[in-house]
C-alpha cells in the first residue's frame, strides 16, 4: 500500500518536474507553434463552411459578385474582430447578408464564428478557391441582358443620344425585369414612362432610384450604380418618348415557358444544392435560415411563373436574394422544374420545426400575400 503511494507520489513529482522544464525550455517556440497548429486547423475548417455558406455571395475566391462585397480586401482583413463577429453573427439589416448565428435564428455555432473570422484575417484566398472548385460549390457566372448594338447605334444617332444609350443599357440589365423592357410596367413594378412621374422632376426621380421605396421591391441603387449612371437613368426616364417617336424599342424577350425535362431537374437539383441548400435545406425541407419550398402548402398555391420571379428578384427585406442578374433564365427555369418535381412526393405541410424564414418566413413576396 505505502509503497503504490510512495510511486504514485514519485511519478506525480517528476511529470510536475518534467513538465515544468520542457515548459520552460520550449516557451515561446511551443505555444507559437501550437497556435499555429489551431490556426491552420481552424482555416481549414472555416475553408469548408466559406465553401458551403457564403461562397454563393461573397465568390469562391472572395471576390465578391455583382452587388455582394468582396471579403479578399485588405479592408476586410484588417477589420476587428469585434466588427467581424457582429457582421456575421447578426448580418446587417435590409440587406442579403443574412444573421448567420444559431441565436440569431442561423446555422453557425459561435465558434464556426470565430473560424471563419480566423480565415477572413489570415486564410489564403487561392486556397479557399481550390477548395470550393473541388467541391463543386463555385457558384454561377452572372448574367447580363445585352441591347442589342445595332439599337445602340440608332440611339446615339438621336441629339443627346449618347446618355440615352448609357441609360437604356443600364435599364436593361438593372431595371427591364420589373419596369417591362420598354418602360411601360409589368405586374411586379410600374411603369416609368408616364408623365405623372416626369412631371415629378428629375431631383425626385434620382433620390427614388438612389434610396429605393422601402417596403417594396424598388430597392435603393446608390450602392450599386455610380451618380453618373443614376443621371443616365433619370435623363432615360424623362425621354422615353423620344425613343417611341423614333421608333426605337428593346426587343421582347421570348415569353418565359417553363419546360421541365429529366436533364433540366437534375440540372436544377445541381444547382439548387450549390445555391439555395445553405438557407432552404437539404431538398428544400427548409432550415432555420429559409422557409420549406418542399410541401404541398407552397407548391400548391405558387404556379410556375410566380416562383421564377421569386428567385429572379428575391424578397427584399429578408434573406432571399435576388438571382436574376446571377443566374440565366434556363438555369432558373431548372430550378421551378426541379422544385415542381417535387411536388408529387412533397408532404401537406412544411414542418414547423424547420420551416419559418427569417422574418415571418414562407409568407411569400409582398405580391402573393393576400393583404
Ligand atoms: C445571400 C448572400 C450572402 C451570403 C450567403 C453571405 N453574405 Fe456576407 N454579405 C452579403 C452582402 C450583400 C453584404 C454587404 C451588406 C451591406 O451592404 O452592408 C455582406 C457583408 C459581409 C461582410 C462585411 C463586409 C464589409 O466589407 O463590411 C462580411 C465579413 C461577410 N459578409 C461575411 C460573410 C460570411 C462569413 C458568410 C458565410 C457564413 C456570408 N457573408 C454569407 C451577402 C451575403
Ligand atoms: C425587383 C423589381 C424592381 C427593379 C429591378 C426595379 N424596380 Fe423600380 N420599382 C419597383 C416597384 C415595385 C416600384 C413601386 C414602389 C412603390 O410601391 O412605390 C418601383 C418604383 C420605381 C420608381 C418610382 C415610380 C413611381 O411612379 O413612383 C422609379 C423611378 C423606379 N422604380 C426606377 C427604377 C430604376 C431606374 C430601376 C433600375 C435601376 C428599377 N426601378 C429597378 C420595382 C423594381
Ligand atoms: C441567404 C439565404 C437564402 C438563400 C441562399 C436562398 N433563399 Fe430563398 N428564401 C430565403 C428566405 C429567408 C425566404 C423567405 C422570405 C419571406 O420571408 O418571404 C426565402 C423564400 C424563397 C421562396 C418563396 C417561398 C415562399 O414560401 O414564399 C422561394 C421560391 C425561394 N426562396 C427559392 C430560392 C431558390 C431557388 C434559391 C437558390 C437559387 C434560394 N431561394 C436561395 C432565404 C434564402
Excluded: K
Excluded at 486547423?41 to 455558406?53: S, V
Excluded at 484575417?121 to 445585352?146: F, H, K, M
Excluded at 436574394?321 to 433564365?329: N, T
Amino acid at each position: 500500500m505505502t509503497r503504490t503511494m510512495a510511486w504514485i507520489g514519485f511519478l506525480a513529482t517528476l511529470a510536475i518536474a518534467l513538465t515544468l522544464g520542457l515548459y520552460t525550455l520550449l516557451e515561446p517556440g511551443r505555444q507559437q507553434a501550437a497556435q499555429e497548429r489551431l490556426r491552420a486547423e481552424a482555416i481549414a475548417q472555416a475553408t469548408d463552411l466559406y465553401a458551403e455558406n457564403c461562397a454563393v455571395c461573397h465568390g469562391a475566391a472572395g471576390e465578391g459578385i455583382g452587388g455582394m462585397p468582396a471579403l479578399n480586401s485588405d479592408g476586410v482583413r484588417g477589420m476587428d474582430y469585434e466588427s467581424l463577429y457582429r457582421v456575421i453573427a447578426f448580418g446587417r439589416y435590409n440587406t442579403p447578408m443574412a444573421a448567420w448565428s444559431a441565436e440569431e435564428g442561423g446555422i453557425l455555432t459561435g465558434a464556426q464564428i470565430d473560424q471563419l473570422i480566423v480565415l477572413l484575417q489570415y486564410g489564403d484566398w487561392e486556397q479557399v478557391s481550390a477548395r470550393v472548385t473541388e467541391r463543386g460549390l463555385a457558384p454561377p457566372v452572372a448574367v447580363e441582358v445585352e441591347v442589342p448594338d445595332d439599337l445602340l447605334v440608332q440611339i446615339e444617332a438621336l441629339p443627346g443620344g449618347e446618355s440615352l444609350s448609357r441609360g437604356l443599357t443600364l435599364y436593361a440589365q438593372n431595371c427591364s425585369a420589373c419596369h417591362g423592357v420598354d418602360g411601360s410596367g409589368t405586374p411586379l413594378a410600374p411603369p416609368l414612362d408616364n408623365p405623372d412621374l416626369q412631371a415629378r422632376g428629375a431631383d425626385e426621380i434620382r433620390r427614388t432610384i438612389e434610396e429605393g421605396v422601402p417596403g417594396t421591391l424598388m430597392a435603393g441603387w446608390a450602392e450599386t450604380l455610380s451618380p453618373a449612371e443614376v443621371s443616365d437613368l433619370v435623363d432615360l426616364i424623362l425621354r422615353w418618348d423620344e425613343l417611341q417617336t423614333a421608333g426605337i424599342a428593346l426587343p421582347t424577350p421570348e415569353p418565359v415557358v417553363m419546360p421541365s425535362t429529366p436533364e433540366m431537374i437534375a440540372a436544377g437539383e445541381q444547382l439548387f444544392s450549390v445555391a439555395c441548400a445553405t438557407c432552404h435545406g437539404v431538398e428544400a425541407y427548409g432550415t432555420r435560415m429559409a422557409p420549406s419550398l418542399n410541401n404541398q402548402g407552397f407548391l400548391g398555391e405558387t404556379p410556375d411563373a410566380a416562383i421564377y420571379q421569386i428567385i429572379a428578384q428575391g424578397v427584399p427585406g429578408t434573406a432571399m436574394p435576388a438571382w436574376g442578374g446571377r443566374l440565366s433564365d434556363e438555369e432558373i427555369n431548372s430550378l421551378v422544374a426541379y422544385l415542381r418535381s417535387l411536388e408529387a412526393t412533397a408532404p401537406p405541410a412544411a414542418e414547423p420545426s424547420t420551416g419559418g424564414g427569417m422574418r415571418g418566413g414562407g409568407m411569400g413576396p409582398p405580391w402573393l400575400r393576400g393583404n
